[in-house]
């Protein structure tokens, strides 16, 4: 069964400090990844995803992950954060199409991200 | 509007009541999922449906029930609900490729 772990459950940063957040998955077989965040009071939005090729993805407001097969990661990270990236953020898999179990999609515990003016 | 809406928005319900959470999707998509949102459990999956009359259980199916008999209705019901059953539920749909799109969310509690 595929699973997901995140690593920082609560981040609080000041504004224009770098962000980086863990994700690891476990699944043996080829999986699409994808990183979601949800603003307070708001659903999950699409941050990006990554299916295949460049294992460094970019994605909406200067967001980027990598893609460590070996390692079995894709961690997110912006650069400078703002206090509007105050959020949630969720890392997930599902297993590749062609694979057992196409299409479930299944998330990590999330990470609160706190961004200090 | 083409997108994914969820009813009702709020519910309060009491213990051992059966509630229905409702799910509307316009694209078509093949893949619905519903999901519970807890604090400090993230989302958690409970059902999902490949198509229609295709279900499978997810990461905490029990005392839950899901039907699929239209590709754009996923409803999911709480035969007997219970105040475990608090929580926010959150439907979404999505092609194979996993890029899903939510609904705005339920927030049940079970008083």
């Known amino acids: 069964a595929q699973s997901v772990s995140q690593h920082n459950h609560h981040v609080i940063l000041s504004e224009a400090a770098s962000l980086e957040l863990g994700c690891n998955y476990s699944?043996?077989?080829?999986?699409?990844l994808f990183w979601y965040v949800q603003y307070p009071g708001q659903h999950l939005q699409l941050l990006l995803k990554y299916f295949s090729g460049d294992p460094l993805v970019k994605g909406i407001k200067g967001f980027e992950a990598e893609f460590i097969k070996s390692k079995f990661s894709f961690n997110l990270r912006k650069p400078s954060v703002q206090w509007s990236d105050t959020a949630e953020y969720f890392c997930?898999?599902?297993?590749?199409f062609g694979s057992g179990n196409t299409g479930k999609l299944i998330f990590g515990q999330g990470t609160t991200l706190q961004v200090k003016p | 509007d083409a997108g994914i809406t969820q009813s009702p928005r709020y519910k309060i319900t009491e213990t051992g009541r059966q509630v229905t959470l409702m799910c509307h999707q316009t694209w078509s998509h093949s893949y619905m999922f519903w999901y519970r949102q807890d604090l400090g459990h993230g989302l958690r999956l409970i059902y999902y449906s490949a198509a229609a009359d295709i279900t499978d259980k997810g990461e905490v199916p029990d005392g839950y029930v899901v039907s699929r008999s239209k590709t754009e209705n996923f409803p999911l019901t709480l035969e007997s609900a219970t105040r475990s059953q608090t929580s926010v539920y959150f439907c979404?749909?999505?092609?194979?490729?996993?890029?899903?799109?939510f609904g705005q969310g339920t927030r049940l509690t079970v008083v």
């Open positions: 699944y043996g077989g080829t999986v699409n």
């Open positions: 979404a749909s999505s092609e194979w490729d996993g890029e899903a799109f």
């Open positions: 997930a898999v599902t297993p590749e």
